[in-house]
């Protein structure tokens, strides 16, 4: 199947820096990456809609300036956590869906853990 | 409440036995899928059933969809220690493109 690459796999930071994951789409083209945040034990949720060439979507609820999105090509989009806090401290998954079947199924990366102390 | 609601949260089983998780949703879809999360990774695609299909089989699983009732169901056959993991059923809203909304998933254990 599809591979996507997420990088970090983990990273440890200081509140107030900036961290950014990357979500790559290994073999195939994605016009579209979401960005989902997970807490312990509970599901996934979406945060943001990345479009390549276009200003990312965010749920309500998501500061965009908080969460920066980018999908530069149709095989990266990165997300930047800025000014880091130890709220911000989560799981980070993106997924990414191949531009040839856009209702078909999600690729996941493998999730970045982001501990902000 | 959240669109693709899980039932039963948890589910504790004998390796061998077979294990059934639930999933209801609220709104008209395009399709529905299955995901399967092992813990601190990210989710692996089961199985997508289209709005039109009633049922789909892929090895040792079994998906079910009732559209009149908004609801499907994941069964999984001869379960090994290796199934133990979290299970989401995923909604493709028909209004929502290429968007799915997640239920709050099933942690499923399969005991050796």
């Known amino acids: 199947g599809a591979v996507v690459s997420q990088h970090p796999s983990w990273v440890i930071c200081k509140s107030g820096t900036s961290v950014k994951i990357e979500c790559r789409s290994l073999?195939?083209?994605?016009?579209?990456m979401f960005w989902y945040r997970q807490f312990p034990k509970q599901s996934l949720m979406l945060m943001a809609t990345s479009n390549e060439g276009s200003k990312a979507t965010y749920e309500q609820g998501v500061e965009k300036d908080k969460f920066l999105i980018n999908h530069a090509s149709l095989t990266l989009s990165t997300l930047t956590v800025t000014s880091a806090h130890p709220e911000d401290s989560s799981f980070y998954i993106c997924?990414?869906?191949?531009?040839?079947?856009?209702?078909?199924?999600?690729?996941f990366g493998e999730g970045s853990r982001l501990t902000v102390l | 409440s959240q669109q693709g609601e899980e039932d039963p949260q948890a589910l504790s089983i004998q390796e061998g036995e077979n294990a059934t998780m639930n999933c209801s949703y609220k709104?008209?879809?395009?399709?529905l899928q299955w995901y399967r999360q092992n813990s601190g990774r990210g989710l692996v695609h089961l199985i997508l059933?289209?709005?039109?299909?009633r049922e789909k089989h892929s090895g040792r699983l079994r998906v079910t969809l009732d559209t009149s009732k908004k609801s499907s169901s994941l069964l999984i056959t001869a379960s090994r220690a290796a199934d133990t993991a979290s299970y989401f059923c995923a909604t493709r809203k028909v209004t929502s493109g290429s968007r799915l909304t997640f239920g709050e998933g099933t942690q499923l254990t399969v005991n050796p």
């Open positions: 709104t008209s879809i395009n399709n």
């Open positions: 059933i289209r709005s039109n299909e």
């Open positions: 073999d195939f083209q994605a016009t579209t």
């Open positions: 997924s990414a869906i191949s531009q040839r079947e856009t209702f078909g199924e999600l690729f």
